[in-house]
């Protein structure tokens, strides 16, 4: 073996020795062991709730974990995906590896959610599921002893609410609501920032989002309520402004400085020319 082909092999072989393993440990699968509550109730409409998700296994690393809900009457919580929809049965709350900030393996995973109106003053989700990235899981239920005290910390007390009429009462003709973004130019200036309402005059929640030249960021996580509203650059900054169905109110009008259109599937967009 010549002087080349002996540097060439032993470079291979090094190159195959300290190489880290991808390879999935499919004996090592994920196991819940518990859910902290990190933030404490009673809560109010528009809180924010925090499940800390400890768990162990599940090499190389956790794809997603899902909070499975018992319906609208039981859950109380919403994301930004669900907000619309608080009034259907059997929604979740998803943690996912490819949406969600970066996570490094066997740290524990956190899901935030917002506090909504129900029909109750308490929500406990039936039961969570987390699985790796090889697709191996672990399903655990409140239906079991085991699982139900695994999952114990999912259970929240919601302060009483009028923003849904109880079962067994007529609901009542809906009032009219508004909510006010008057504080925003309608020609703003690139660079500016403006602090967005968390609930209509009423006491609604609203959810928004940004595209163009603006963007929203949050103090806790990126689906909360209200937001910091940046203009970032000359063009055209698109506001997605979400509002949740309520008995009570109607969709509200807007106070604003530009016009949105009637309110389709409880979401509507009003558009700010950016100047420089």
């Given at each position: 073996m010549t002087r080349r082909i002996k540097?060439?092999?032993?470079?291979?072989?090094?190159?195959?020795?300290?190489?880290?393993?991808?390879?999935?440990?499919?004996?090592n699968p994920p196991k819940l062991?518990?859910?902290?509550?990190?933030t404490s109730g009673s809560y109010s409409i528009g809180d924010v709730v925090t499940f800390r998700i400890n768990y162990t296994g599940g090499?190389?690393?956790?794809?997603?974990?899902?909070?499975?809900?018992?319906?609208?009457?039981?859950?109380c919580l919403a994301s930004a995906t669900n907000l619309q929809n608080n009034g259907s049965d059997g929604y979740e709350?998803?943690?996912?590896?490819?949406?969600?900030?970066?996570?490094?393996?066997?740290?524990?995973?956190?899901i935030s959610a917002i506090v909504v109106p129900c029909k109750r003053t308490n929500g406990f989700y039936t039961g969570l599921t987390i699985?790796?990235?090889?697709?191996?899981?672990?399903?655990?239920?409140?239906?079991?002893?085991?699982?139900?005290?695994?999952?114990?910390?999912l259970?929240?007390?919601?302060?009483?609410?009028?923003?849904?009429?109880?079962?067994?009462?007529?609901?009542?003709?809906k009032i009219k609501?508004?909510?006010?973004?008057?504080?925003?130019?309608?020609?703003?200036?690139?660079?500016?920032?403006y602090e967005l309402p968390k609930f209509t005059q009423g006491g609604v929640p609203v959810l928004f989002g940004g595209s163009g030249s603006c963007l929203i960021s949050k103090t806790t996580f990126q689906e909360d309520l209200g937001g910091t509203l940046q203009f970032t650059?000359?063009?055209?900054?698109?506001?997605?402004?979400?509002?949740?169905?309520?008995?009570?109110?109607?969709?509200?009008t807007f106070e604003a400085n530009v016009k949105f259109p009637i309110a389709k599937y409880q979401t509507v967009i009003g558009t700010y020319q950016v100047k420089k």
């Open positions: 540097i060439v092999t032993l470079a291979i072989i090094l190159l195959v020795t300290l190489t880290p393993s991808v390879i999935a440990d499919n004996a062991v518990s859910v902290e509550q990190v090499n190389p690393g956790i794809q997603s974990v899902t909070i499975r809900g018992a319906g609208s009457n039981q859950t709350l998803v943690w996912n590896k490819d949406k969600n900030a970066k996570h490094i393996f066997l740290d524990p995973i956190e699985v790796d990235e090889t697709g191996l899981q672990d399903i655990v239920n409140n239906y079991d002893y085991y699982g139900s005290n695994r999952i114990a910390n259970k929240i007390e919601v302060k009483p609410s009028d923003l849904f009429t109880p079962l067994g009462v007529i609901k009542p003709a609501d508004s909510i006010s973004i008057k504080k925003i130019p309608k020609n703003p200036k690139a660079n500016t920032k650059k000359a063009g055209y900054c698109k506001l997605f402004v979400m509002v949740l169905e309520t008995d009570k109110y109607l969709f509200p």
